[in-house]
Nanobody, 125 residues
Framework: VQLQASGGGLVQAGGSLRLSCAAS????????VAWFRQAPGKERMFVAA????????YYEDSVKGRFIISRDNAKNTVYLQLNSLKPEDTAVYYC???????????????????WGQGTQVTVSS
């Protein structure tokens, strides 16, 4: 599976962006998909995930109510809508996919075998 992330950019605090991650080479609807982010000097962290079965969604606490993960299986694409952005949301955002991720591991990098290249989100104050 190949993943291509896009949609990052520079935005003022309080603004919005929508990230996209297009998948190819696999059966997208059967994959759990997720977004992680890595801020400068920090480890890569879980942001949100959408499970393959039923499409249940999960969020890191600091983005709940502001970010929305969604997927369009017909387009093999997962989205991350970023609203009410804060300077601390500045990071490189990565999409990831897994055919085997289970509920107990979907917040962990090791659960995902496939990764996109990352897209930079910069939020100015």
């Amino acid at each position: 599976v190949q993943l291509q992330a896009s949609g990052g950019g520079l935005v003022q605090a309080g603004g919005s962006l929508r990230l996209s991650c297009a998948a190819s080479g696999g059966t997208f609807r059967t994959y759990t998909v997720a977004w992680f982010r890595q801020a400068p000097g920090k480890e890569r962290m879980f942001v949100a995930a959408s499970r393959r079965s039923g499409g249940a969604t999960y969020y890191e606490d600091s983005v709940k109510g502001r970010f929305i993960i969604s997927r369009d299986n017909a387009k093999n694409t997962v989205y991350l809508q970023l609203n009410s952005l804060k300077p601390e949301d500045t990071a490189v955002y990565y999409c990831a996919a897994s055919s085997v991720a289970i509920l107990s591991s979907l917040r962990q990098e090791v659960a995902y075998a496939y990764w996109g290249q990352g897209t930079q989100v910069t939020v100015s104050s």
